[in-house]
């Protein structure tokens, strides 16, 4: 399946263009059925995006979003992806993944909650230079099976190389199980590792971001800037 690789001068120029295509995607979606369901990531990146979409006319009221990963801490802590995104976009529906004080019942209950919203109107992902996306680390255990695309859609706990190490995430399968699905990375390291991921390079395919451009369910669009 192609990757739609999206190349931009400027990342002012990249993030006006991952707001229009989402805002596309959240108003057929309150067209067709009244609410609409959104996945946006955490990090320094997607936090520009916020303000983008918070600016646009649309019923935020009717669209149900939660963060495609968040950190085992506090929900006000400063680090968690939660708190970022419903700071950045307040007039959303914000699902708390956390929904037990154990991680894994938590992760549990957080999946039960949103396959109800399945198929979501819009996923988007960020990516680090290790090529991590959500939080599906390089060589965490249970890699394997949370990038199975053949796996029933689910959330799981998995472990970041730094602190917070204890993350709740979804699965590729769950990721996928969307209208539309964008990549937003900024810098020419990720660039270089995009082109790597692409080019099916050897040193690349047990990256989770591999596991997200190869796979054969739902076509990816890539918005990056230098």
Request: charged content about 15%.
């Amino acid at each position: 399946m192609s990757v739609e690789f999206l190349h931009f001068e400027s990342r002012p120029q990249a993030l006006a263009a991952v707001a229009q295509a989402l805002v596309l995607h959240l108003q057929a979606g309150l067209q067709l059925h009244g609410q609409t369901s959104l996945l946006l990531p955490g990090g320094s990146t997607p936090q520009q995006l916020l303000p983008l979409l918070a600016a646009q006319t649309l019923d935020w009221a009717q669209v149900q979003a939660s963060p495609t990963d968040e950190r085992w801490v506090a929900t006000d802590a400063p680090d968690s992806n939660l708190k970022l995104l419903r700071e950045g976009l307040p007039a959303a529906r914000w699902l708390d993944p956390r929904q037990d004080e154990d991680p894994q019942a938590a992760a549990q209950v957080w999946a039960a909650r949103l396959r109800s919203w399945l198929p979501f109107g819009a996923v988007l992902l960020g990516m680090g230079e290790d090529g991590h996306i959500a939080s599906l680390f390089p060589g965490m255990p249970g890699l394997a099976a949370a990038l199975d695309t053949q796996q029933p859609e689910a959330a799981l706990v998995g472990q970041a190389p730094v602190a917070a190490q204890t993350r709740l995430s979804l699965n590729l399968a769950m990721l996928l199980n969307t209208h539309w699905l964008g990549l937003l990375a900024f810098g020419e390291p990720k660039g270089n590792l995009i082109r790597q991921v692409l080019a099916d390079t050897r040193n690349s395919r047990d990256l989770p971001l591999h596991a997200l451009l190869h796979q054969q369910r739902m076509p990816a669009s890539v918005y990056w800037a230098p």
